[in-house]
């Protein structure tokens, strides 16, 4: 009888392996190899052309709005002034800051004297909003209520983060701010940013930001 089987059928076989449903077998090293390769460039590609597609004053923003928030602080500065009666230029600590810009500029391949002129300009346009509104609360007779402002503490910590901020972004911008129509774009991109922020930027604080980047060029 068991051989009368093995005429008909033939001898047992054994039973293919069923591979579980949802784990596809893994790919062959080579292929996966390929398609992570074939990834990186397709994804390589899609970042340098949107780099490609942004103009000069687009990628001048960042620079322009961390200007913009060195300002801001401007006004906690000077109502620490106003509380402590302190002088707006204080020569010592303006040349400590412009120190250590250049010495971090010089660290991210930055020439010293374009780094000393523009954080030179940065503190020339913090301290034309310090002196306008100090004039203003003189003639009003006070200041806008506020809780008390350590400088040292609270304010210069802030400070040097936007320092670091801005030293980068000077950084990635250095071939456009070594262009020859590097000032038009620099004032074109202080006007797109004054038309997005148009509810927050006054007179005042327009005229500091064009004096807190009129350093911004080399060329």
């Known amino acids: 009888m068991k051989q009368w089987l093995l005429e008909r059928f033939g ?21 996966a190899i390929k398609i992570k390769a074939a990834g990186l460039i397709a994804f390589t590609i899609i970042g340098t052309s949107a780099a490609r597609g942004q103009t000069a004053i687009d990628r001048l923003q960042s620079l322009v709005e961390t200007s913009a928030r060195r300002l801001l602080i401007a006004q906690q500065v000077a109502l620490a002034k106003w509380d402590s009666g302190a002088a707006v230029e204080d020569l010592p600590r303006e040349a400590q800051v412009i120190a250590g810009a250049v010495g971090d500029g010089v660290s991210k ?24 509104l100090l004039a203003d ?82 060329s």
Request: with cysteine.
């Open 109 to 132: 391949g930055l020439d010293p004297t374009s780094v000393s002129n523009f954080f030179e300009a940065q503190i020339e346009a913090n301290k034309v909003i310090q002196y306008s």
């Open 137 to 218: 609360w003189r003639r009003a007779g006070r200041a806008p209520a506020h809780a008390p402002i350590d400088l040292v503490a609270t304010v210069r910590p802030e400070l040097d983060q936007v320092q670091a901020a801005l030293i980068a972004e000077l950084a990635d911008t250095m071939a456009i701010r070594a262009s020859t129509t590097c000032r038009a774009d620099v004032a074109k991109a202080i006007g797109k940013y004054v038309l997005v922020h148009k509810h927050e930027v006054g007179p005042l604080q327009l005229t500091a930001l064009d004096r807190a980047l009129a350093a911004s060029c080399t």
């Open 11 to 31: 001898s047992p076989r054994k039973a293919p392996r069923i591979q579980e449903v949802g784990l596809p077998a893994p790919l062959p090293n080579h292929i």
